[in-house]
């Protein structure tokens, strides 16, 4: 990811719709599918600037990790603990000592050298039973000027991730696509205004509460259903 949009995603973190919206669908999915009143040990790969590490704190002891020596900085600034320098494709953790991996935006980025191997190294690092959270860019054909920004080399489509953590021998529980309703727009706005920046930037208040709406809908509806496409896919899945 370009330095310029770490400092960016710390500023906005806390309020963007699109973070606010992601961030409650993948705790619906959370709440839906992990043991209750359990304190886990989870594992957020990728951590980022570390904002998703603050809400998974309600499951249990999180600990994270960043290639990004950048994004370790905003996770200090944050004041958490439990944070490494390390990549997806080589863990610096050991064997089966998580309960829970989440994985957010960060298995098609161009830091990542072996898509294959860091799948591999989910499996090796969660306990027997672990579950993964797993969510990703969605559609090749979509790349851009945003993932340019971002460093995304590669988006998924629902096929090709199932087959991948098939291979390595996990279960699928939940496979679905997100950010379905602003997913024509998006792709609008992709198509005919170029910029070397991401989508995500401050917003004005008011239309930021607007786009919060059709992320309040998806996760309703994500709770039951299989959403049929959007510029995420998410998938629940166990060791």
Known sequence: MEIREYKTMYEVEDAHFWYKGMREIAKTL???????????????????TGRNIIFLKNYGKVSGFDISPYAIKYCKRRKLVNIKFGSIDKIPY???????????????????????????????????????LIRVAAYNSLIGYHD??????????KSEL??????????????????????????LKRLFLRTSRSDVNAINPLINIIFQ??????????????????LSLIMIVKK
């Open 148 to 157: 340019k920004a971002v460093h995304t080399k590669h988006r998924f489509d």
């Open 94 to 132: 050991k064997n089966n000592c998580f309960d829970v991996v989440t994985c957010f935006d960060v298995l098609g980025q161009a830091e990542v050298k072996n898509i294959n191997k860091s799948i591999k190294e989910f499996y090796r690092i969660l306990k027997p039973g672990g579950t993964l």
């Open 30 to 48: 959370l709440d839906k599918h992990l043991p209750k009143n359990k304190q886990l040990n989870i594992l957020d790969a990728g951590c980022g």
């Open 162 to 187: 199932k087959k991948l953590l098939i291979k390595n021998k996990f279960k699928i529980i939940k496979a679905t696509y997100a950010n379905c309703f602003l997913f024509p727009l998006t792709v």
């Open 213 to 230: 709406i059709p992320f309040i809908i998806e996760n309703f509806l994500i709770k039951y259903f299989d959403l049929p496409f959007g």
